[in-house]
């Protein structure tokens, strides 16, 4: 018989004869293929050539190579009452060959996931490598002729992957192929103010959630723009849920606007240059100046008022000041130093003024205050009510004057301290005594 060579996995076929007299059909003819599988009887292939000559054919199909004898099978073929005779059938190993995997496209922080194919004819147990090309390495034998290519890729980028593919007898494979991973912008889902409505001079807080599959590997930076032509501002982030990181800020509005409404924007940036945007609005109102003109005062006949006040606002506005002193001549201008304001003035004639002083903010709103002067002694006036009632009246005066009376004008009759609790009405004392009819003479006296 005829050396024989074959591929593993492929379909071998073998055609013998024999010479015999008087072979009778259907005698056996068994074929050992020496690899464990079972004997082959072809005795129905036998057919008559002539001259006491028979032919016969085989068919068999090697799935693996042998280990040893060099890849050699030795085929043993019987023919019952005839002879045995051995030829060797040799089994070429074929190494495995990968399937190209085609154009991959993942996104960062998702486990992408490919079902690579491979061929290898032969029964082989395959060794596979598999190196991600992002310093990830996963190896792992199979029988299978596919496998998991599963891999998570932390950032954006493209990255050489390669598979090696070799079976039991050493033959291999390899493929590199580019598995391009895209960069995931953040998504802010949320933005919030603890309050939708605030005034000048407060401050704002905002809060806000964003996602992305990318959370644990990407840096993120979170700005605020507050709407207000100032500078954004960094926001604190933490991470939360998963795939989500929370995030919240704080700003104080100096100033309104003239809608009265800013709109916030939080702009929330991973480290590979994506943006993701989202907005919303406050309401910050004007506040009126609160303003401080002083406490009541009196001051000598023709001395000038000499004093000062101050104003405060919440808001970064600008102002102007007016003043009323209170007898006929109408609103003056006052000028304002930062935020005070002071009074250089002479009365025309001693009594009760009424001095006003209002601060107007470049919104419109206004602040104003009072403060009563008494220019000169306080006039006591004294009305008889009954035969024993009197009411006193005088200006209230911020000097603290004494109430006294006495009988008579004589040096031998001396002025006494009244103590008195007096009711105020626009800026008046009155005081109601029962005195004895005697008791004529009342005065003030200003220390």
Same mark, same amino acid.
């Given at each position: 018989?005829?050396?024989?060579?074959?591929?593993?996995?492929?379909?071998?076929?073998?055609?013998?004869?024999?010479?015999?007299?008087?072979?009778?059909?259907? #005698?056996?003819?068994?074929?050992?293929?020496?690899?464990?599988?079972?004997?082959?009887?072809?005795?129905?292939?036998?057919?008559?050539?002539?001259?006491?000559?028979?032919?016969?054919?085989?068919?068999?199909?090697?799935?693996?190579?042998?280990?040893? $004898?060099?890849?050699?099978?030795?085929?043993?073929?019987?023919?019952?009452?005839?002879?045995?005779?051995?030829?060797?059938?040799?089994?070429?190993?074929?190494?495995?060959?990968?399937?190209?995997?085609?154009?991959?496209?993942?996104?960062?922080?998702?486990?992408?996931?490919?079902?690579?194919?491979?061929?290898?004819?032969?029964?082989?147990?395959?060794?596979?490598?598999?190196?991600?090309?992002?310093?990830?390495?996963?190896?792992?034998?199979?029988?299978?002729?596919?496998?998991?290519?599963?891999?998570?890729?932390?950032?954006?980028?493209?990255?050489?992957?390669?598979?090696?593919?070799?079976?039991?007898?050493?033959?291999?494979?390899?493929?590199?192929?580019?598995?391009?991973?895209?960069?995931?912008?953040? $998504?802010?889902?949320?933005?919030?103010?603890?309050?939708?409505?605030?005034?000048?001079?407060?401050?704002?807080?905002?809060?806000?959630?964003? #996602?992305?599959?990318?959370?644990?590997?990407?840096?993120?930076?979170?700005?605020?723009?507050?709407?207000?032509?100032?500078?954004?501002?960094?926001?604190?982030?933490?991470?939360?849920?998963?795939?989500?990181?929370?995030?919240?800020?704080?700003?104080?509005? &100096?100033?309104?606007?003239?809608?009265? #409404?800013?709109?916030?924007?939080?702009?929330?940036?991973?480290?590979?240059?994506?943006?993701?945007?989202?907005?919303?609005?406050?309401?910050?109102? $004007?506040?009126?100046?609160?303003?401080?003109?002083?406490?009541?005062?009196?001051?000598?006949?023709?001395?000038? &008022?000499?004093?000062?006040?101050?104003?405060a606002d919440r808001g970064d506005d600008t102002f102007t000041g007016r003043v009323d002193y209170g007898h006929g001549t109408g609103w003056q201008a006052l000028p304002l130093v930062n935020s005070t304001f002071s009074f250089n003035h002479t009365f025309p004639s001693n009594g009760l003024?009424?001095?006003?002083?209002?601060?107007?903010?470049?919104?419109?709103?206004?602040?104003?205050?009072?403060?009563?002067?008494?220019?000169?002694?306080?006039?006591?006036?004294?009305?008889? &009510?009954?035969?024993?009632?009197?009411?006193?009246?005088?200006?209230?005066?911020?000097?603290?004057?004494?109430?006294?009376?006495?009988?008579?004008?004589?040096?031998?009759?001396?002025?006494?301290?009244?103590?008195?609790?007096?009711?105020?009405?626009?800026?008046? $004392?009155?005081?109601?005594?029962?005195?004895?009819?005697?008791?004529?003479?009342?005065?003030?006296?200003?220390?």
């Amino acid at each position: 018989m005829p050396t024989y060579a074959v591929a593993e996995g492929s379909s071998l076929a073998i055609t013998g004869r024999f010479f015999h007299a008087s072979w009778v059909p259907g #005698t056996a003819i068994n074929v050992n293929w020496a690899d464990g599988t079972a004997i082959s009887n072809v005795t129905g292939s036998v057919t008559s050539i002539g001259a006491n000559t028979w032919r016969f054919t085989a068919t068999h199909t090697y799935v693996d190579n042998p280990a040893t $004898n060099n890849s050699t099978y030795l085929v043993s073929v019987g023919i019952s009452g005839v002879a045995t005779r051995t030829a060797p059938i040799k089994v070429v190993n074929l190494a495995p060959s990968l399937d190209a995997p085609g154009s991959v496209t993942w996104f960062e922080g998702t486990l992408g996931t490919r079902l690579p194919t491979f061929t290898d004819p032969g029964a082989d147990t395959c060794h596979v490598e598999l190196d991600f090309g992002d310093g990830g390495f996963v190896s792992f034998d199979t029988t299978q002729r596919f496998f998991d290519f599963s891999h998570r890729y932390v950032d954006a980028g493209v990255y050489d992957a390669t598979i090696t593919v070799t079976d039991d007898d050493g033959d291999w494979d390899s493929i590199t192929f580019p598995i391009t991973v895209l960069n995931v912008a953040p $998504n802010v889902t949320v933005l919030v103010t603890q309050t939708n409505r605030i005034f000048e001079g407060d401050a704002a807080f905002v809060s806000g959630l964003f #996602t992305t599959t990318a959370r644990d590997y990407d840096s993120f930076t979170a700005m605020i723009d507050w709407g207000d032509g100032r500078l954004r501002t960094p926001a604190y982030m933490v991470n939360t849920i998963a795939n989500t990181k929370s995030f919240s800020a704080s700003h104080r509005y &100096l100033d309104n606007n003239s809608s009265n #409404t800013f709109v916030i924007t939080a702009y929330i940036s991973d480290d590979d240059g994506s943006t993701n945007t989202r907005s919303t609005t406050i309401t910050v109102q $004007n506040t009126a100046p609160t303003v401080s003109a002083g406490a009541d005062i009196g001051i000598p006949a023709a001395g000038p &008022l000499t004093s000062y006040g101050f104003f405060a606002d919440r808001g970064d506005d600008t102002f102007t000041g007016r003043v009323d002193y209170g007898h006929g001549t109408g609103w003056q201008a006052l000028p304002l130093v930062n935020s005070t304001f002071s009074f250089n003035h002479t009365f025309p004639s001693n009594g009760l003024y009424k001095v006003t002083v209002e601060i107007t903010d470049d919104d419109g709103a206004k602040g104003d205050d009072s403060l009563y002067v008494v220019v000169g002694p306080p006039r006591l006036s004294i009305t008889r &009510l009954a035969p024993t009632a009197v009411e006193l009246s005088w200006p209230v005066h911020p000097a603290g004057f004494h109430l006294q009376r006495r009988l008579t004008l004589s040096s031998t009759n001396v002025w006494q301290n009244v103590a008195n609790s007096p009711t105020t009405a626009n800026g008046t $004392n009155y005081l109601n005594l029962s005195v004895p009819v005697d008791q004529r003479y009342w005065r003030l006296i200003w220390p």
